[in-house]
Each structure stands twice: as structure tokens, then as C-alpha cells.
T-cell receptor, first 113, second 113 residues
Framework: KQEVTQIPAALSVPEGENLVLNCSFTDSAIYNLQWFRQDPGKGLTSLLLIQSSQREQTSGRLNASLDKSSGRSTLYIAASQPGDSATYLCAVSNSGGYQKVTFGTGTKLQVIP | EAQVTQNPRYLITVTGKKLTVTCSQNMNHEYMSWYRQDPGLGLRQIYYSMNVEVTDKGDVPEGYKVSRKEKRNFPLILESPSPNQTSLYFC????????????FGDGTRLSIL
């Protein structure tokens, strides 16, 4: 059974700092990995998706990397802003005919002005 | 506008009274899925569907039923709700393909007394 872990559970940084969020998974037979943000009381907003065959994806100030062999993905946020404050979730889809999805429990980020 | 629509958004009901949460998407997506989100446990997959008439259990299917008679709809049925099913529920959909991200609805907050 796939297990997904996100460390740290919470993070507080001053505005402008570059930061890295971590996501670890136990089964490397993945289909893809997707990063989301969730604001309090809201739904999930997709940030980046990395296919199993890819090493990284970039969108604006965000860069996500994937190392399947070590079971790790990182989300790099450059020049953090108060508007980046949210909970960040990673979700792993397993490969095979039926594609179950396993989420990590998230990292709650606070960017202090 | 491309979207995943869940109804109702909020529901308070009593133990044992059958209820259905509807989910509809207008993007012609093959894959649809239901999740529940609980504090400290994150998002967990309940059921998913690869296409019409093709469904499978996620990690927490007990007490839930689903059906996929049409491509756009994927209702979640609680035949005999119990208080431990009080949770925030999300529906998601995506196209087939490892480069296709999941799109989430806004969530349904369900309270069972």
C-alpha cells in the first residue's frame, strides 16, 4: 500500500525567503505526482503535475522535482509572498490499470510580511 | 466554464437517513473520484471510476456506494449514514493520461448527528 509523507507539517518563513517542501512516497511504481495548494475552508488548486517519466516541472516561482528511485518529490517556492500562505498537498497516482491516488497530510505554510 | 460541481455544499442530517451527494463535470473526463478530508488524516480516496460502468474501491470505501451510469456524473451514496462519516467530501475528475491533472470541486461539508 502506497504511503505518502510530507515533512514538515508546518512551516513559518519571512517574506522573500526561498523554501522547499518535501513529499516522500513508499512505492516507486507511480503514474504521476501532483502538487496542490488548499486555502482554509476552500477546495484544492492544482499547482504542478510531474509525470512518472519526468524529473521536474516549473510554473512561475514554483518548481517541482521528482526522484522516483528515492521516492521523493520537492516543491521549491522562490521569493515567497504572504499570498503563498496555504496548506500544500502532494498526491501520488499509482501506475497500473486502476489508478488509486494517495495524498500526503500536507505542509501548512505561513509567510510572514 | 470548465468545472466540477458538487451538491449540496453543506448538509446536516441524522443517522440512518439515506443521502446522495452529486458530482457533475462538464469536461468530458473519463476519470472521476471521491475523497474525504479529515483533520490529521488528510484526504483519503473513497471510490474512483476509470470510465462509465467502471468503478473501484479506494482506501476507505466502507459505508459508501457509487455508480457511474453517465460520463459526466458520479454520485456518492450513503445508504445508512453514521456520525463517523461526518467529514468534508471532494469530487475530482481528469482526462486519461499521465500528464492530465485532477480538477476538484469546491467540497461538501457533511454533518451526521
Amino acid at each position: 500500500k502506497q504511503e505518502v509523507t510530507q515533512i514538515p507539517a508546518a512551516l513559518s518563513v519571512p517574506e522573500g525567503e526561498n523554501l522547499v517542501l518535501n513529499c516522500s512516497f513508499t512505492d516507486s511504481a507511480i503514474y504521476n505526482l501532483q502538487w496542490f495548494r488548499q486555502d482554509p475552508g476552500k477546495g484544492l488548486t492544482s499547482l504542478l503535475l510531474i509525470q512518472s517519466s519526468q524529473r521536474e516541472q516549473t510554473s512561475g516561482r514554483l518548481n517541482a522535482s521528482l526522484d522516483k528511485s528515492s521516492g521523493r518529490s520537492t516543491l521549491y517556492i522562490a521569493a515567497s509572498q504572504p499570498g503563498d500562505s496555504a496548506t500544500y498537498l502532494c498526491a501520488v497516482s499509482n501506475s497500473g490499470g486502476y489508478q488509486k491516488v494517495t495524498f500526503g497530510t500536507g505542509t501548512k505554510l505561513q509567510v510572514i510580511p | 466554464e470548465a468545472q466540477v460541481t458538487q451538491n449540496p455544499r453543506y448538509l446536516i442530517t441524522v443517522t440512518g437517513k439515506k443521502l446522495t451527494v452529486t458530482c457533475s463535470q462538464n469536461m468530458n473526463h473519463e476519470y472521476m473520484s471521491w475523497y474525504r478530508q479529515d483533520p490529521g488524516l488528510g484526504l483519503r480516496q473513497i471510490y474512483y471510476s476509470m470510465n462509465v460502468e467502471v468503478t473501484d474501491k479506494g482506501d476507505v470505501p466502507e459505508g459508501y456506494k457509487v455508480s457511474r451510469k453517465e460520463k459526466r456524473n458520479f454520485p456518492l451514496i450513503l445508504e445508512s449514514p453514521s456520525p463517523n462519516q461526518t467529514s468534508l467530501y471532494f469530487c475530482a475528475s481528469r482526462m486519461t493520461g499521465s500528464n492530465q491533472p485532477q480538477h476538484f470541486g469546491d467540497g461538501t461539508r457533511l454533518s451526521i448527528l
